[in-house]
């Protein structure tokens, strides 16, 4: 390696990882998956010396172990079982699962392949080690870490005016910005000004990160629950399930898990619409609240009101995240529209963790295959899909307007 070691923890992971490796660990342990790594940016290119980086860097994390004071750690958190935890005192990762080459249009290609259990953690340390790879290798790194350090408190300090003195009033907020953050170096500078700057914030109030080693590190609430890739491999990955069914799959097995702990829902996996025919009355009352991720989060967050009001729920008593591609502007503006209807957070990610002159990296590593068949997410908006067979995308897309234009 030419930099120093990027990831030092195998708890340098977003919580929805552990959230859902425990429930993989219960229910779906036999499942195996492929992930595809893209990366979005059209003017990036990967160099031969940053794959070859990457690479070593991806093997360096393959070393690790968890430390039993991280083990502690994850045995005090509520939902997360004895059982779990001892799994993950035997496990690590293993470098066999990757595979790293040059053969992609921006030059870096990564696949991963084996059970569920193990790339799904592979996810989350693979994006962040490719982002801090490409700033450190491509850019002068002191230079940018210093443009984001000034953008920082010039950010804290609009939370600090609040609205009334031309800044800005959030509410809740959590930072989410692990994997397309600038360096693990800028992550740590992010929650740690957070966690000295929140009681100064005006009307605002910073309650956690995404990211379980700095969560743990300064005694922040680790934030996450579940991503797209629970509903399209539970719902998609037994190929005898019919796949416009798979948030009802896929809620069906959280609570099995997690009864009424740990309940946020995301809604936009096979889109929000087909979302809302199975998050009838028993989910929404057990489920704490809905997550965005794609799509006008106005209308959104109307449509989510209108549903529980339909179902007798009371939405005051219910929270909706917003999590996709926010800065304080679009929160406070969201927080000001829904005002007391329902309760609003925000997750935050690449407005705080990678705010610089050059622009951040648009990169993701999906589930394109689960037991050896493919499987695709439909959002609420094009572009943010992934899927290497467009035949399998069009059978899923059929099954659901065929649901959405017969079912009662």
Known sequence: MKLPRIINSLMESDLYKFSMGQAIYHQFSDYKTTWTFKCRNTDVFFTEEM?????????????????????????????????YVDFLRLWKPRYE?????????????????????????????????VSEVYFRMNHD?????????????????????????KGYDIGLFSEFGLRRRLSA?????????????????NNSNCIGT???????????????????????????GNHKHNPAYSNWYALDAWVKEYGVLNGTALTDAITTDCFLKDFQLTYATLFSGVRHDSGDPFEWGDKMIEHYESLGVNPKGKTLLFSDSLNFKKAAALKAYFGNRVN?????????????????LNIVMKTTMCNGQDVAKISDVLGKGMCKNPAYTEYLQRCIDWRMQHEL
């Not at 030059?107 to 059970?115: D, N």
């Not at 010039?154 to 600090?160: A, D, P, V």
């Not at 925000?346 to 963790?353: E, K, Q, R, V």
Request: charged share 25%.
């Open 185 to 201: 170096e800028s992550q740590d500078y992010l929650v740690k000004k957070l966690k000295e700057s929140n009681p100064t914030f």
């Open 210 to 236: 995404s990211n379980v080693y700095l969560a743990m590190k300064y005694g922040m609430t680790p934030v996450g629950t579940m991503a797209h890739e629970w509903i399209m491999c539970v719902g998609q």
């Open 344 to 360: 609003v957070a925000f997750g935050i990610g690449t407005y705080l963790s990678n705010d610089t002159d050059a622009n951040p």
């Open 51 to 83: 794959v070859e980086e990457i690479s070593e860097q991806i093997k360096a994390y393959c070393e690790l172990k968890f430390t039993e004071e991280e083990l502690q750690y994850l045995d005090s958190i509520r939902w997360i079982k004895g059982s």
């Open 141 to 165: 790194y002191d230079e940018l870490f210093e443009q984001y350090k000034k953008r920082l408190d010039e950010k804290i300090k609009l939370l600090q005016l609040g609205n009334k003195n």
């Open 97 to 129: 699962d990757f595979e790293i080459t040059n053969r992609s249009e921006c030059g870096l290609s990564i696949e991963t392949r084996g059970t569920w259990l193990n790339t799904s953690m592979y996810e989350i340390p693979t994006l962040a080690i």
